[in-house]
């Protein structure tokens, strides 16, 4: 019984932990803790993960932005705008879940906007494709490129024809 619950636990399967003795009654949170007794953190770490993922599933539920902070906000409504971290009180945006950029600003044109800076600041990564104009990012690796649009193989460094 502890194998297979073990199994669905290890799968996230939190809604399948069931005797597997025959009767396949579901398993209570006594009976968890009795069938792992000799692992409490792990029978813990679980129940963390499943109550995540519940939250997960709620779609008016939104994490703070900031990346030291484990903060979460629930908003009243799917027309909720500005949503105010209850840990650290960072503000962030309901509708794209970024940090909040004010009412006079589109979460289009924030995304944008951060596309832009990030691009700006690693333009030596960014090119284009010499045939459709895809913007392609090299992070690594050899010269050879494969444009993953239509498949048009290029130099990097001069652009010139690199197929076989």
């Not at 333009?123 to 913007?135: G, L």
Request: charged residues 25%; neutral net charge.
């Amino acid at each position: 019984m502890r194998k297979g619950n073990e199994i669905n636990f290890n799968l996230g399967k939190f809604d399948a932990l069931r005797c597997f003795a025959g009767c396949k009654t579901m398993l209570t949170d006594e009976d968890l803790d009795f069938l792992f007794q000799d692992s409490p953190d792990y029978v813990a770490r679980q129940r963390l993960m499943a109550r995540k993922r519940e939250e997960e599933r709620d779609i008016l539920m939104r994490y703070c932005t900031r990346p030291d902070c484990d903060g979460k906000m629930r908003a009243n409504s799917l027309d909720a705008r500005k949503l105010t971290c209850p840990v650290c009180s960072t503000s962030v945006c309901f509708r794209c879940r970024e940090e909040w950029h004010g009412y006079c600003t589109s979460c289009e044109s924030n995304l944008d906007n951060k596309l832009d800076f990030w691009a700006t600041n690693n333009h030596h990564q960014i090119s284009f494709c010499p045939v459709c104009r895809t913007q392609i990012e090299k992070n690594g690796g050899c010269n050879h490129i494969s444009c993953p649009f239509c498949s048009y193989e290029f130099c990097w460094v001069c652009k010139g024809y690199a197929g076989g």
